[in-house]
């Protein structure tokens, strides 16, 4: 019965573990998305072209 709940917590707590690498890794992904998003703007309101050619880079 005590393997039973060894494996049982072993099995819980990867689980935790898991989700919050999950959680870690949205919340960099987001991070990433908004500074490529602010370089877009930098690059995009730099550049000396006309504002009917600007373009976005992300589609």
């Known amino acids: ?3 039973l709940i060894d494996r049982d917590k072993s099995l819980e707590i ?4 898991l ?8 919340e960099r992904a987001e991070q990433l998305h908004k500074r490529i998003l602010q370089l877009e703007y930098i690059l995009l ?3 000396p072209k006309e504002p009917a050619e600007k373009k ?3 589609s």
């Open 19 to 26: 989700i919050m690498m999950v959680g870690k890794s949205n």
């Open 45 to 47: 309101n730099e550049s």
């Open 14 to 17: 990867l689980l935790e573990r």
């Open 56 to 58: 976005s880079f992300i």
């Open 1 to 3: 019965m005590k393997t």
